[in-house]
């Protein structure tokens, strides 16, 4: 089993940056590839980054790509989410979550957080 809390969350102006932040505990087996997503009041959930367990591969969604980062430190077992340029659009609560192999598919990861909220103001 694998425990993730996501931090970090918060209230930010458009333009504004924020960086979210997952720890993860337990079986924190660092061949675990980590990702992001977010959920929109009324919409489904959505991935928005993911990365491979030594942090050599990334894949972003189209919406975030050039604006967010994703990022590992397997020495502190978390996984970062840096959001620059955020627009109103990116508001949702994000989660992460964790599997064997990286994937944009929300379906295929096991472990989940409880989300962090972000807000983005226009």
């Known amino acids: 089993q694998v425990q993730l809390v996501e931090s970090g969350g918060g209230l930010v102006q458009a333009g504004g940056s924020l960086r979210l932040s997952c720890a993860a505990s337990?079986?924190?087996?660092?061949?675990?590839?980590m990702g992001w997503f977010r959920q929109a009041p009324g919409k489904e959930r959505e991935f928005v980054a993911t990365i491979n367990w030594n942090g050599y591969t990334t894949r972003y969604a189209d919406s975030v790509k050039g604006r967010f980062t994703i990022s590992r430190d397997n020495a502190k077992n978390t996984v970062y989410l840096t959001m620059n340029s955020l627009k109103p659009e990116d508001t949702a609560v994000y989660y992460c979550a964790a599997r064997i192999g990286v994937s944009t598919i929300t379906n295929e990861y096991d472990y989940w957080g409880q989300g962090t909220q972000v807000t983005v103001s226009s």
């Open positions: 337990g079986r924190t087996d660092s061949s675990y590839a």
